[in-house]
């Protein structure tokens, strides 16, 4: 990659990082109120993602033909910011990325068992006796799944029988299952289809 784009990245990454910042701490100083003052203009809280896209469109303006895929999250416990995630990576970059990459990085993640095993791991960290007793798997069959996550870097084992998210793992369920969760991107079954229509004709 370029260091004239790197660069540019690096800048987009710090405005987004201030951006949170700036929210957050506007967020903190009128929260009783469920709204914020953001350089005098109104700001309610479903907004916030609304004013960051402003801003990545603003750095972008000087580009006639440029586009930024933007991957990011924020996540606050006990009022306290305890972890985010921030990439704006290059159009062209997305456009151009060796499709073999992207298998590598999906792959793990093609079998739902595997899947509950990051989301479960996204809560807190856990022993494969308390996985097993959640997922309902046993022995085997749950290690099989723990070791493929652990090959693709998405967990660790950070004491015996005690697995954890690698930051890794952190951002690829965030934003795999972010995806997922969007309204309408899933297509609905066929079974789910019937249930809505025998529902619209009662």
Same mark, same amino acid.
């Given at each position: /990659?370029?260091?004239?784009?790197?660069?540019?990245? #690096?800048?987009?990454?710090?405005?987004?990082?201030?951006?949170?910042?700036?929210?957050?701490?506007?967020?903190?100083?009128?929260?009783?109120? =469920?709204?914020?003052?953001? =350089?005098?203009?109104?700001? =309610?809280?479903?907004?916030?993602?609304?004013?960051?896209?402003?801003?990545?469109?603003?750095?972008?303006?000087?580009?006639?033909?440029?586009?930024?895929?933007?991957? $990011?999250?924020?996540?606050?416990?006990? $009022?306290?910011?305890?972890?985010?995630?921030? @990439?704006?990576?290059?159009?062209?970059?997305?456009?151009?990325?060796?499709?073999?990459?992207?298998?590598?990085?999906? *792959?793990?993640? @093609?079998?739902?068992?595997?899947?509950?095993?990051?989301?479960?791991?996204?809560?807190?960290?856990?022993? @494969?006796?308390?996985? @097993?007793?959640?997922?309902?798997? #046993?022995?085997?069959?749950?290690?099989?799944?723990?070791?493929?996550? /652990?090959?693709?870097?998405?967990?660790? *084992?950070?004491?015996?029988?005690?697995? *954890?998210?690698?930051?890794?793992?952190?951002?690829?369920?965030?934003?795999? *299952?972010?995806?997922?969760?969007?309204?309408? /991107?899933?297509?609905?079954?066929? #079974?789910?289809? #019937?249930?809505?229509?025998?529902?619209?004709?009662?």
């Amino acid at each position: /990659m370029p260091n004239n784009l790197k660069k540019e990245i #690096e800048e987009l990454r710090t405005i987004v990082e201030k951006l949170v910042k700036d929210v957050e701490r506007l967020k903190k100083e009128t929260e009783s109120k =469920k709204r914020l003052e953001l =350089k005098g203009v109104p700001l =309610k809280e479903e907004q916030f993602v609304d004013y960051i896209l402003k801003a990545l469109e603003k750095a972008l303006e000087e580009k006639p033909d440029a586009g930024l895929v933007f991957v $990011g999250g924020i996540e606050r416990k006990d $009022g306290k910011i305890v972890d985010s995630f921030f @990439s704006g990576i290059e159009l062209k970059d997305v456009i151009e990325c060796p499709p073999k990459k992207v298998v590598k990085v999906i *792959a793990p993640l @093609s079998n739902e068992n595997r899947i509950r095993i990051l989301q479960e791991l996204l809560k807190n960290t856990k022993t @494969s006796s308390e996985l @097993s007793s959640i997922l309902g798997l #046993e022995g085997g069959q749950l290690y099989h799944h723990l070791k493929e996550l /652990m090959l693709a870097g998405y967990i660790q *084992a950070i004491e015996r029988g005690k697995y *954890a998210l690698t930051s890794r793992g952190c951002i690829a369920i965030r934003t795999i *299952a972010g995806l997922a969760s969007i309204p309408g /991107m899933i297509t609905p079954t066929l #079974e789910e289809i #019937e249930e809505k229509l025998k529902e619209e004709k009662q």
